[in-house]
């Protein structure tokens, strides 16, 4: 961790406890906090693992929200657009329905990429699961 | 989910403010995505026949954010300059902008020499004034221009800052590593520049400028007036002057060449300092230097008290006292380079 950090953990840890939080409460604010930067790290092979078949946003905020992971509008309408523009996601606008709706899928490519990267986190959580007993 | 007339109005008006607010390229697209996205949070957050009125939907779009915390996440990078032009911009600061201005300072010294004063592009300060206005005025051309660029076409090449530092990761050499430099043979780049732009500036005024700039100056009735005071005797020693500014323009050439105060520039230091001391000491055994013909200076308006007060100072060898002061300062400037380089031969 670097200084500037502790530096910021400090000074929340002063505001937090001048603001009358208890310490239960402080505790819990830090864990949320590192445990979003957790998943902010996950949030890729998260949304490749569910692109096997066509979703638009909405439905995939949904469906990630129903499996108890929760991402926000804004970070997963804007990164399934990067992911498509990396070349891993494919999309099709579809005008049948009530309005019109983009939908992604994984590519060739994406799909092998994911295949890898899936692998690759098994391997790591191994490493971390024997680091972090 | 029904919006009312009000509410349609106000939809409208938060996309074209968030589409105002995103990336230039493939805007259309994104505005689309973005209501459909939000119209199926809408019908999932209220039943088929609820009528959501204004009030309602701000509340709603207050959850979202304001138009632009909305646009921000589409654009690849948070920075101003996006990371792809990083390469240029970074080009332009340390390569480009010091070309550009060391050329219009030597163009401006050049017009000088050569106009010996009369007609030069821009006086002294109008010329330093030049170089950072032409400094400054390219580096914020080209940061607006690589704003204008990241903000609106955000999607050109995305990952090549990224790829031109996997390149640089691969290429480096052991020989390209700088040496190490010890704390007595540090340069800071600033000083060394601005000794050889004031070098370059005395040099001129030595060589083209010394009798039009040499001499006391006064201010006679609005107007700046200058009466010589150096003999011909001084003058004769110009030459010798000249040559070790040169040779200080010289070392300081080389020690900016390799970033370091090397054995080659201490002995050109040393040089130097020996011939300046030779100079100074030919100077104290070489009669009048300096003297004033207080009839010529009275004649051009010069103040009978401040005249008065100068020839005081002349008669009572003040050149002689200032010219001794110089020698045992350089004297003991030369002891020092001596004895720096003795220890950094030995070091070796």
Known sequence: MK????????????????????????????????????????????????????????????????????????TLYPLLRRLEAQGYLQSDWQIDEARPRRYYQLNELGSEVYQALHQDWLEQLKIIEEIVR | MKLTESSETLLSRYLLAVERHLPYQGRKDMITEIKSNLMDTLEDHYPADESIDEVRLEA????????????????????????????????VVTRLMPIVVAAVVFAGLLSFALSRGENPFWSLWELVGTGWQVGVGLIGTAA???????????????????????EDKESWKVSDLPELVSAQDKVQVWEL??????????????????????????????????TPIFTEAFKNFIPWIAINAGLGVIAYLVMLWKRRRSIGSRLIEIGTGISD????????????????????????????????VLQNLLAHNAVHWIMVAILVALSIDLLANIVNLVKRVLER
């Open chain 2, 193 to 226: 520049a601005m000794g050889i732009f004031f070098g370059l500036v005395a040099l001129i005024i030595w060589l083209f400028l010394f009798d039009k700039v040499a001499g006391i100056w006064w201010r006679v009735g609005g107007q700046w007036r200058m």
């Open chain 2, 277 to 308: 001391i030779s100079l100074v000491s030919a100077m104290l055994g070489a009669g009048t230097l300096v003297s004033l013909d207080k009839g010529i200076a009275l004649s051009m308006g010069f103040p009978a008290e401040a005249l008065d």
């Open chain 2, 60 to 91: 709603e779009l207050r959850k979202l954010g304001s138009p632009r915390t909305v646009a921000a996440p589409y654009f690849p990078s948070d920075a101003l300059i996006a990371p792809q032009y990083n390469t240029i911009f970074r080009l």
């Open chain 1, 3 to 74: 200084i500037q950090q502790y530096w910021y953990l400090t000074l929340l840890y002063i505001i937090q406890y001048n603001s009358g939080m208890t310490h239960n409460e402080m505790i819990q604010e830090h864990v949320s906090r590192l445990s979003a930067e957790l998943r902010r790290g996950l949030i890729v092979l998260v949304v490749m693992s569910q692109l096997d078949s066509k979703e638009y946003g909405y439905s995939l905020l949904r469906k990630l929200e129903e499996r108890g992971f929760e991402v926000s509008q804004d």
């Open chain 2, 144 to 166: 607006v221009i690589l704003m204008v660029l990241s903000r609106f076409f955000p999607q050109v090449h995305p990952n090549k800052e990224w790829d031109a530092l996997e």
